[in-house]
Nanobody
Framework: QVQLEETGGGLAQAGDSLTLACVSS????????MAWFRQAPGKEREFVTAISWSGDRQFTADSVKGRFTISRDNAKNTVSLEMNDLKPEDTAVYYCAASVKGTVSTSSMDYWGRGTLVTVSS
């Protein structure tokens, strides 16, 4: 089974930057569309951003557009989420996910990481 592990979560202050990383041990990582989702306390899990297997296509939710950037390094089986100008409302558990077919949604991802908590204080 594909194993995804998120790292980089922690405490941050409003306006700070933080970068999350997701590492996959599966050899076919480069064939997957990768995405980041997040779930705030008491809220439903929501889409944040996604990147195609080659990195040529990206899509980002309006809530973080212009502040968050997704990137991937297929040689290292990693995908990163650079978060800039963090806001308290960005506080959530952030999940890395992979889609084999390329369909990206909360219910369509094939593999999920366990999540990493990002807490942003004002």
């Amino acid at each position: 089974q594909v194993q995804l592990e998120e790292t980089g979560g922690g405490l941050a202050q409003a306006g700070d930057s933080l970068t999350l990383a997701c590492v996959s041990s599966h050899t076919t990582f480069s064939n997957y569309v990768m995405a980041w989702f997040r779930q705030a306390p008491g809220k439903e899990r929501e889409f944040v951003t996604a990147i195609s297997w080659s990195g040529d296509r990206q899509f980002t939710a309006d809530s973080v557009k212009g502040r968050f950037t997704i990137s991937r390094d297929n040689a290292k089986n990693t995908v990163s989420l650079e978060m800039n100008d963090l806001k308290p409302e960005d506080t959530a558990v952030y999940y890395c996910a992979a889609s084999v077919k390329g369909t990206v949604s909360t219910s369509s991802m094939d593999y999920w990481g366990r999540g990493t908590l990002v807490t942003v204080s004002s």
